[in-house]
């Protein structure tokens, strides 16, 4: 089955920039959409930035402008760039892989990322 491993989560201070990468166990350019998504104390989850296997991507308001989320196909990977970090950030994030064929979703474990300084 499809794994997703999340890594690069950590403590960095408001403003500061980090970096969070998704490594899968199968091509990203199968059908699927590749995203982010997190989950703050107290709230529910939510879609943080999207990738379509065709490059399109989108974006939540609150992170738009901030947080780029990028692929490496070579290396069945997904980035998500996040810079000028607050402390609404602060969540456990978690990579997704929506298969469009099969209508299932995978899930990672998640990353925790706290910002704080």
């Known amino acids: 089955q499809v794994q997703l491993v999340e890594s690069g989560g950590g403590l960095v201070q408001p403003g500061g920039s980090l970096r969070l990468s998704c490594a899968t166990s199968?091509?990203?350019?199968?059908?699927?959409?590749m995203g982010w998504y997190r989950q703050a104390p107290g709230k529910e989850r939510e879609l943080v930035a999207s990738?379509?296997?065709?490059?399109?991507?989108n974006y939540a308001d609150s992170v738009k402008d901030r947080f780029t989320i990028s692929r490496d196909n070579a290396k069945n990977t997904v980035y998500l760039q996040m810079n000028s970090l607050k402390s609404e950030d602060t969540a456990v994030y978690y990579c997704?892989?929506?298969?469009?064929?099969?209508?299932?979703?995978?899930w990672g474990k998640g990353t925790l990322v706290t910002v704080s300084s």
């Open positions: 990738i379509a296997s065709g490059g399109t991507t």
């Open positions: 997704n892989r929506h298969s469009i064929l099969s209508g299932m979703d995978y």
């Open positions: 199968e091509s990203i350019l199968m059908i699927n959409t």
